[in-house]
């Protein structure tokens, strides 16, 4: 009896110090910036090859600079990584919307701007990224992207 009271005196200063704490800041994202698409039109993105090493935590902002909807998809992706959220953005860059769960394209309007939060976890050669939209793969909208490295996690 004596150590059941004991118990549940521990467990009442260890809830009541967790619930009192601040925050604890996660590591620095390493910012990887593409444009879906180009101000002038053409159908590609800049970078097309993207590399990503596991156990860094990774915010890939995602940009639409031109006049028409484009895709950013790549199934393969997001079975590789563990997402965090994704951030859609104003123009200013505040935060409008967040998205939790896996992500298997996101589609950005004219002038979008999408910040995507995630971990590598598995490593992925040749992973396909692409735009589904009509026309656009066929027009040169693909990419690969790869991820390398020991799964280690970054302080």
């Not at 090859?49 to 998809?73: C, I, M, Q, S, V």
Request: proline share 4%; with cysteine; net charge negative.
């Amino acid at each position: 009896m004596r150590e059941l009271l004991v118990f549940a005196v521990l467990l009442i200063g260890v809830s009541q110090s967790i619930v009192g704490a601040e925050p604890v800041a996660g590591p620095e994202a390493v910012e990887v910036k593409v444009s879906v698409g180009t101000a002038d039109g053409q159908h590609r993105f800049v970078p097309s090859e993207l590399a990503f090493e596991r156990g860094k935590y990774y915010k890939l902002l995602l940009h639409n600079p031109g006049k028409e909807d484009h895709y950013f998809t790549s199934e393969a992706l997001s079975t590789h990584v563990f997402t965090r959220k994704v951030e859609v953005l104003d123009a200013a860059g505040n935060t409008i919307a967040e998205v939790h769960g896996g992500v298997n394209d996101l589609e950005l309007k004219p002038g979008a701007t999408v910040a995507w939060y995630f971990y590598p976890m598995t490593k992925g050669e040749n992973l396909r990224l692409y735009c589904h939209k009509e026309g656009h793969e066929a027009g040169g909208m693909t990419g690969t992207i790869s991820i390398t490295g020991a799964l280690r996690f970054a302080k």
